[in-house]
């Protein structure tokens, strides 16, 4: 119960905290590779602060919807991070960790997401909405075959035991495979190059970031700090079933620091990596994307294919 | 209990009666103590069958002019007879309202009064135990349901869909009938008992059985009528046939599928394609739709699929005698029957206010209602919700538990059924996050931004009682969601199986602490102060509802990315005035979607029928005599030889 | 070396070839289309290498350094050079299938040929590892069929072509029997080589129709021949 509640607080704290960095770093490793000088490691921070203190602007379109739709995201990232343990294991962990919970309520947060975009009535929210969710129902066979091949070699659909078999290291190297499509997944669901370009205002590239063109203010600052939770979940994931050294010490303040540095040191590593993968390929064309789906799905289900029958 | 069945029946027989007394009465009160009587019918029958779940079963016989015809209330009859009850209930209330809004007296009669009929026959085909007394309150229903279709008959399209829906639903009727023969010949006996058929004869009985309760229950390849019948029939109809007679079809299939002896490996595997193929291809069909009402008819058929997904999981697991992993199938099949039937009449429900409102079907007419219309925005939102398997609702807990089941698999030792149920599984899960979209774009469209005509921005708050209605089944849904974990766990310690499932109420309370602490740090260090002003649109002083996405530029990125599914014509003909084709003169465009079943499945065995019907029609309109006298002389001359070679 | 480890290298080594496959069904840009089908040889040569370590013959090892030699080097060499005289750079037309109904035709044919050959596993006598092998060779010559036919440009008709060669190595590499890979290999390549050099030798431009718009004045003049 106590180890739950730390557990709870800790892993909170740290990706809420964590959350604006990468956004901030993988910018500026992309702005290095572009020949500038990029933003500051902190400006994300600053930016959300800056956003914070900004008085909101609703559309005369808009209802509800438009008003709610950041809170139920933040809010919704929130419960997520209780699903996926980021520096250790707590003893107990009170029907938290499904999986598909976790994909769910992250589908929830996207549902009122794109609602809001179509709430505006403006014509670059609706397609980025329309867009948003195109891309990530067809995403969604790959995260669930990704996720089969998990709860075939751990017997379970649960982030916490399937750590706790991981942090020992995988079992078979060729689950390693599965690394290629959890990256596409990342990139897909972080809005990032070759699925969305993060970084243009111009239609034919927008799709997350037509979606909350309307939202302005705080609310901007919590769909922001929303997606920055997602991106650090998603590494988070990518971390502690690949790597997991320094992972799940055996608690007490020391074993967590470790953890927490150890983490560090990874997700900055991968962020970097994020960063300059971006930077060597160039954005698809929408409807070129089902391609790379396609070769991500074939990816995944051959891997399970494998773990069932060999 | 017998006495209370009585009850039922005979309260019911009286809502039927009482409209039909005052035909022409233009006041509302026959017709409200009808639907109060309707309801009371229902209250009884709730409470008959938890009765029923939580101790033992109910049988009894009814004599009929000698015969007598058994009738059984068992635990899966109880389960219907809620879903059945829980639905009339609701949309008794709605009724209350929603009948007076048609011009004619006697049709607001006649619509409750066939209502009543209608949940009546549904009633007791669930009740039945006997073959000839299912047929007879399945054809009732069939009957009462065409009716109710056919309800605005003076439309041309309504007509259409009316003969369309009876011809349809005779036909696996037709099936049926020859299943339920072969039965009786096997068995002897036209009560419901366990067959010894032969492993080709019982897969003979499956085909039919499969094909007979598919269409009804709308399983692709014979799902056409519902994309008709829905949106031609008044919303509470739809709500009805949806939401409950689609699943009584269900019920029927799981009722004979327990019957016949000798189950097979590859009916299973035929249910679980047929549901897989339903699941997707309903949604992706209701993604491009615009009318409102074909819409949600379409995403019954999805969710037909993933009942029947979860019933080839169940045969599937039990050919492999595990009937652990069989019975959670089993049960989340049922639960979701029992979800989907909540959330889709509370959506067919607010769907018809909508429609009232606005006097369109067309979504791409309406936008902007939730000014107008808070509470059915509302309402609908939370259907929305449940529908796309968004958890802490219902509909979410039982696609986990589908989900659950298809993790399991690697307990079947066979790879060829493995890899099918992964493949399965992985559409599976396209079609709900395409749901998720689908209704993305249903809420959207129909209720936000601005308004896209005249008769949606004049639109109207319905009705209490057309909210009252919608909004139990509402709150059904968010309690069944939320509280899931305690309800499956006392049903499962009933049957005996073990449901893996997260504790979705700690969540929800863990969700809700966590909001209301973000809400107060939010509130206190972000600036409280907000502005109305106008939507950006480019620079255009004032936007109009011509600047917004339409339904169809939503789902254009679907459509284009499976287009081999939709297969898109695109014509496009333009003339020129000059030779080389740079002056345009004037030219014809447009876009429509193929009707792959209907050009491809449907038309064909139709046309065949005509052209033997035509050579028939030329045999027999001659006029002259001696050439019906040359017919009767082959006959019996034909009758002359077969009884010589056959007598000898 | 560990024989586990050596499995699952194997295992991953083979997922690797179907992807690079499917990249060569989708890919549009030439020089990225050469590039992976080097890499895809590269593979290859590893698979051969794997053996080597596991069963410590000295035939594999050979194979592997000429795999090497010849299909992650030279053959991409030349079909650079090919590609540079036909002045073409992309293939953006396909025939029959697009690209993403390719790869899952290609899903299907893997998934096919599974149960195609678990008829005759017990026959083969295989472990299920070497079954898999099997599988992913046979459907790489499937698959190689179905780029050949449904992209336009020779050369990446080429490139198809080369795909099934690997797919037939890597049969014979799980069935075993080598006298005969050599000799296949060897042959296959001797096979694409000549190609090659036929399409230079007739100075053909990039796709097969286009050839046929090359050969119609002759055509033509054949026709007027016949009318005098």
Partial sequence: ?310 | MVLLITAVFLILLLSIVIPLIGLKLKHSSLRKISLILIMLACLISIFLSLQVLLGKDISFQIFVSGTAFSMLIDSLAAFFIIIISIVGFCVSIYSISYAEHFESVKKRNFLVSLMALFILSMMFVVISHNLLGFLFFWELMSISSFLLVLFDYEKEETKKAGIFYFVMTQLGTIFLIFSFILIYINTGTLDFTNTSLSPFLSSILFITLAIGFGTKAGMVPFHKWLSYAHPASPSSISALMSGVMIKVAIYGLIRFLFIISQQQLWWGIAILIFGTISALLGIIYALKEQDLKRLLAYSSIENIGIILISIGLYMIFTYYSLPAIALVALFAGLFHAFNHSLFKSLLFMTAGSVVNATHTKNIEKMGGLVKNMKYTSLLFLIGAISISALPPFNGFVSELMIFQVFFKSNSISSPLIKLILMISMSLFALTSALAAACFVKAFGIVFLAVPRSKEAKEAKEADKFMLVGPAILAILCMVIGVFSFQILNFIGEKAGVSFDLPNLLWISIGTFIIGVIAYLIIRNIGNKHSRVSETWGCGINSQNSKMEYTASGFSEPIVTIFSSIYQPKKINKPTFYDSKGVIFKEGQASLSLIKFFEEYLYLPPLKMVHYISEKLYKIQNKIDLDSFILYIFLTILALLIIVGVVIR | MNPVLIDELLKISLVLLVILTTIIISRRNLVSLINVYSLHSLVLSFIAILFFLSEGNYTFLFAAALTIISKSVLIPILLRWTKWHMKIFTDIEYHYLKPVSSIFVSLLIIIFSFFIFSKIKDYLGLSSLYYFGVIIGFSLVMIGFMIIFSRRKIIVKIIGYLVMENGVVLLSLFIGEMPLLIEMMVLMDLLVLVAITCILGFGMDSSMEEFHKKLNPFHNWFNRRAKK
């Fill in chain 1, 1 to 310: 119960m106590i180890s739950f509640f730390l557990f709870a607080i800790v892993n909170i704290l740290v990706v809420l905290i964590l959350a604006p960095f990468y956004i901030s770093l993988i910018k500026k490793v992309k702005a290095l590779f572009q020949g500038r000088k990029g933003p500051k490691l902190f400006q994300a921070y600053y930016n959300l602060l800056k956003l914070f203190k900004k008085e909101s602007i609703y559309s005369t379109n808009s209802s509800f919807i438009m008003r709610v739709a950041p809170y139920i995201n933040i809010i919704c990232s929130i419960v997520a991070i209780l699903f996926v343990p980021l520096l250790f294991i707590p003893d107990n962990y009170f029907g938290f960790g499904n999986i598909i919970l976790f994909l769910y309520i992250l589908a929830l947060a996207k549902f009122f997401m794109a609602l809001a975009g179509l709430d505006a009535g403006s014509t670059f929210g609706g397609m980025g909405s329309s867009r948003e969710m195109s891309i990530s129902s067809i995403i969604e066979p790959i995260v669930i075959i990704i996720f089969a091949t998990l709860a075939f070699v751990y017997n379970s659909v649960n982030f916490f035991e399937i750590f706790g078999a991981t942090s020992v290291g995988l079992v078979h190297a060729s689950l390693w495979l599965l690394l290629i499509p959890l990256i596409i997944v990342l990139l897909t669901e972080t809005a990032r190059i070759p699925i969305d370009n993060p970084e243009t205002h111009l239609e034919l590239t927008m799709v997350h970031e037509a979606m909350i063109l309307e939202q302005s203010g705080k609310n901007l600052a919590l769909m922001e700090l929303s997606s920055g939770v997602k991106q650090v979940l998603l590494m988070a994931i990518i971390i502690n079933l690949f790597f997991p050294i320094g992972f799940n010490l055996p608690l007490s303040l020391i074993g967590i620091g470790t953890s927490l540095i150890a983490f560090l040191i990874k997700s900055i590593i991968l962020a970097i990596s994020i960063g300059i993968i971006e930077s060597f390929i160039a954005k698809s064309r929408l409807f070129r994307l089902p391609i790379i789906f396609a070769i991500a799905f074939l990816l995944s289900l051959i891997t399970l294919m494998m773990e069932m029958l060999l």
